[in-house]
């Protein structure tokens, strides 16, 4: 339900439900009406959530078709034309523990997509003019992050397979991913209890599936109740949207990630495949690029947790003045996520035509990665030079400020 839909729904609550019923007026007891506004506060925030989700599955294509030609040039400067060819140069670099890691890596992607992903193969094209060619970087490193990565994916996909396609489609591709992904210990060390979550959350996830499609009934049928009915069943709702908001958040932010990753991706490929020639200072760029990636990756994946994506959602609460009397402690919401996020799944059957300007500026923002030691964000609107990850020191103090504030003003009962 989006917030225009939320705005008219608050409108309707206090007209006559029909032309027929014109004499029966739709009565929320005053008691009870800041519940039903918390209830479509919750309701509108999940709502938002699922289409930043359908705008991520759009981003990430995109951010694919961006790294396409780029890729194309660094074959081509390394007189390579084919994929395979590419792949069959790694494997005779690699060891054998890691030609099986990547190898296995490409049957899964091509198991799970029907081809083998473009992110994977932009990492290929790092991994050998950073690994292989220049030695720039630690090969097991950095395989390892791009094991972690194509499991990211993976998963991202799947929960927008289940917000655009359905609970069942959701379900399934959910149920594949945590079939023919295959990660050891050491690559998930530090995500490995979020990794578990992201493939058994189907069962719970089917409340964010149906929330925006029964929105307006669900809402409505408490204005039949009893004042104290109406009240119960209002704190009930209350409850399981907000725990419902907390995994809509985690889900979010990992396709927040996936974003974050592809930008830096795409900005180490302009660096080192726009129009064949890498000076030094692009070569130092990209390198640090390849460096920051497998950091990256570990440190933002492991980031997302329950935790992490209650705190947000209590600043957004506190800098809106939402009504939270009747929200659930904070303990209580994180044990409920927690135990509804381990439940199991249920059984369900070309070239670059960059003009010199634009190149000039891409190179620029490229470097300007290149430079960020503190903490990337996902990038803002796709447009050709937003698309690169951005350092934003300024945002990321503001919020670490208004989170520790918040919190220290969380009452926890």
């Given at each position: 339900?989006?917030?225009?839909?939320?705005?008219?729904?608050?409108?309707?609550?206090?007209?006559?439900?029909?032309?027929?019923?014109?004499?029966?007026?739709?009565?929320?007891?005053?008691?009870?009406?800041?519940?039903?506004?918390?209830?479509?506060?919750?309701?509108?925030?999940?709502?938002?959530?699922?289409?930043?989700?359908?705008?991520?599955?759009?981003?990430?294509?995109?951010?694919?078709?961006?790294?396409?030609?780029?890729?194309?040039?660094?074959?081509?400067n390394h007189n390579m034309s084919t994929f395979d060819e590419l792949q069959a140069k790694l494997n005779a670099a690699l060891t054998p523990e890691q030609k099986q890691m990547y190898t296995d890596m490409l049957?899964?992607?091509?198991?799970?997509?029907?081809?083998?992903?473009?992110?994977?193969?932009?990492?290929?094209?790092?991994l050998f003019t950073s690994g292989v060619v220049a030695k720039t970087i630690d090969i097991a490193n950095f395989l390892r992050a791009c094991n972690l990565v194509t499991v990211i994916r993976a998963y991202a996909?799947?929960?927008?397979?289940?917000?655009?396609?359905?609970?069942?489609?959701?379900?399934?591709?959910?149920?594949?991913?945590?079939?023919?992904?295959?990660?050891?210990?050491?690559?998930?060390?530090?995500?490995?209890?979020?990794?578990?979550?992201?493939?058994?959350?189907?069962?719970?996830?089917?409340?964010?599936?149906?929330?925006?499609?029964?929105?307006?009934?669900?809402?409505?049928?408490?204005?039949?109740?009893?004042?104290?009915?109406?009240?119960?069943?209002?704190?009930?709702?209350?409850?399981?949207?907000?725990?419902?908001?907390?995994?809509?958040?985690?889900?979010?932010?990992?396709?927040?990630?996936?974003?974050?990753?592809?930008?830096?991706?795409?900005?180490?490929?302009?660096?080192?495949?726009?129009?064949?020639?890498?000076?030094?200072?692009?070569?130092?760029?990209?390198?640090?690029?390849?460096?920051?990636?497998?950091?990256?990756?570990?440190?933002?994946?492991?980031?997302?947790?329950?935790?992490?994506?209650?705190?947000?959602?209590?600043?957004?609460?506190?800098?809106?003045?939402?009504?939270?009397?009747?929200?659930?402690?904070?303990?209580?919401?994180?044990?409920?996520?927690?135990?509804?996020?381990?439940?199991?799944?249920?059984?369900?059957?070309?070239?670059?035509?960059?003009?010199?300007?634009?190149?000039?500026?891409?190179?620029?923002?490229?470097?300007?990665?290149?430079?960020?030691?503190?903490?990337?964000?996902?990038?803002?609107?796709?447009?050709?030079?937003?698309?690169?990850?951005?350092?934003?020191?300024?945002?990321?103090?503001?919020?670490?400020?208004?989170?520790?504030?918040?919190?220290?003003?969380?009452?926890?009962?």
């Open positions: 339900m989006s917030v225009g839909t939320s705005a008219r729904m608050g409108k309707m609550l206090l007209k006559p439900l029909s032309s027929i019923q014109a004499t029966f007026t739709m009565v929320f007891y005053p008691d009870n009406v800041p519940r039903r506004d918390r209830a479509l506060q919750l309701q509108n925030d999940i709502s938002l959530l699922q289409n930043n989700v359908k705008e991520a599955r759009d981003a990430m294509d995109k951010e694919d078709q961006r790294m396409v030609p780029y890729l194309n040039q660094i074959l081509k049957a899964n992607s091509a198991k799970l997509t029907g081809q083998t992903d473009v992110a994977l193969m932009a990492m290929s094209g790092i996909r799947a929960f927008i397979t289940l917000v655009t396609e359905g609970t069942e489609a959701g379900a399934r591709a959910f149920r594949l991913v945590s079939t023919l992904i295959r990660w050891g210990e050491e690559t998930l060390a530090e995500t490995s209890q979020v990794a578990k979550y992201a493939g058994t959350a189907s069962r719970f996830l089917k409340v964010l599936a149906i929330v925006g499609i029964f929105a307006d009934g669900f809402i409505l049928a408490f204005d039949f109740y009893e004042q104290k009915k109406q009240k119960d069943e209002l704190d009930k709702a209350i409850r399981e949207l907000y725990v419902s908001r907390i995994i809509a958040k985690m889900y979010g932010s990992m396709c927040d990630a996936i974003k974050t990753q592809d930008g830096m991706m795409l900005s180490y490929l302009i660096l080192v495949g726009d129009d064949g020639t890498i000076d030094p200072d692009d070569r130092r760029a990209a390198d640090k690029i390849a460096g920051k990636l497998v950091d990256y990756v570990k440190q933002d994946w492991s980031a997302i947790t329950t935790n992490s994506s209650l705190d947000l959602l209590v600043v957004l609460d506190k800098q809106r003045g939402s009504w939270t009397t009747d929200d659930p402690s904070y303990q209580d919401a994180l044990d409920d996520a927690e135990d509804k996020l381990k439940a199991d799944p249920p059984e369900t059957p070309g070239s670059a035509g960059t003009s010199l300007s634009a190149s000039k500026v891409l190179k620029a923002a490229s470097h300007a990665i290149a430079k960020a030691t503190d903490e990337f964000f996902p990038p803002p609107p796709y447009e050709a030079t937003a698309a690169l990850v951005h350092l934003e020191d300024m945002r990321k103090l503001r919020l670490v400020s208004e989170l520790n504030t918040a919190l220290a003003s969380k009452v926890v009962y």
